[in-house]
């Protein structure tokens, strides 16, 4: 079966980092998204992985290793307004995304 | 990247009546659209693949009577919950996919349904 793990909650402190980690088993791989989903809203994209490697977008970078079947998302300089689910999700052989249960992040002052 | 438009973005509506939500795409010629439904603290679940000029294709335990998705056109897809019930309260989201070379998903803004 497709399996994407990632914990359920974490906590960070303003200002400070956090890798959020994520590990899957697909039918295939054509790349690993990650989004941020505030409560009751739609997901917003935040990065797309197909080459392992980390990729660098500002505050946040994301990072693949396909051997490991393994990606996280490193967030830095935490705002308050960082608090947020972040869902892990993987396009598998037939381009279908897979999805994880996602990870709520709770930023403290 | 691509816009797409949901409407409407929260609804609540009687126990036994039917609520449509549509989904545009403004500016992308969706030939795939994906309908998901979100229940308080959970993720993503894909209810149905709709594809443009036909039937749509609904994962396991997904009523196709109960949820009917039209895909008429390239720029609109529409998910009709019929008879709703309040176990059908849920966060409805659509995405439309890119092209195989540009393969980010894009969503509307989600339907929140409450039926009371």
């Known amino acids: 079966g497709q399996n994407i793990d990632q914990p359920t909650e974490m906590t960070a402190t303003e200002g400070a980092i956090v890798q959020i980690n994520c590990t899957y088993q697909?039918?295939?791989?054509?790349?690993l998204f990650w989004y941020q989903q505030h409560a009751g809203e739609a997901p917003t994209f935040l990065s797309y992985?197909?080459l392992d490697g980390l990729e660098e977008k500002g505050r946040f970078s994301s990072f693949l290793s396909r051997s490991k079947g393994y990606s996280y998302l490193l967030l830095k300089e935490l705002q308050m307004k960082d608090s947020a689910s972040y869902l892990c999700?993987?396009?598998?052989?037939?381009?279908?995304?897979?999805w994880g249960a996602g990870t709520k992040l709770i930023i403290k002052p | 990247g691509a816009v797409v438009s949901q409407h409407p973005s929260w609804v609540i509506c009687k126990s036994g009546t039917s609520v449509k939500i549509e989904c545009r795409s403004l500016?992308?010629?969706?030939?795939?659209m994906f309908w998901y439904r979100q229940f308080p603290k959970q993720s993503l679940m894909l209810m149905a693949t709709s594809n443009e000029g036909s039937k749509a294709t609904y994962e396991q335990g997904v009523e196709k009577d109960k949820f009917l998705i039209n895909h008429a056109s390239l720029t609109l897809s529409t998910l009709t919950v019929t008879s709703a019930h309040p176990e059908d309260s849920s966060f409805y989201i659509c995405?439309?996919?890119?092209?195989?070379?540009?393969?980010?998903?894009?969503f509307g803004q989600g339907t929140r349904l409450t039926v009371v």
């Open positions: 995405s439309l996919k890119g092209t195989v070379e540009n393969t980010e998903a894009f």
């Open positions: 500016d992308f010629q969706a030939t795939t």
């Open positions: 697909t039918s295939g791989f054509n790349g």
């Open positions: 999700a993987v396009l598998d052989s037939n381009y279908q995304l897979i």
């Open positions: 992985n197909v």
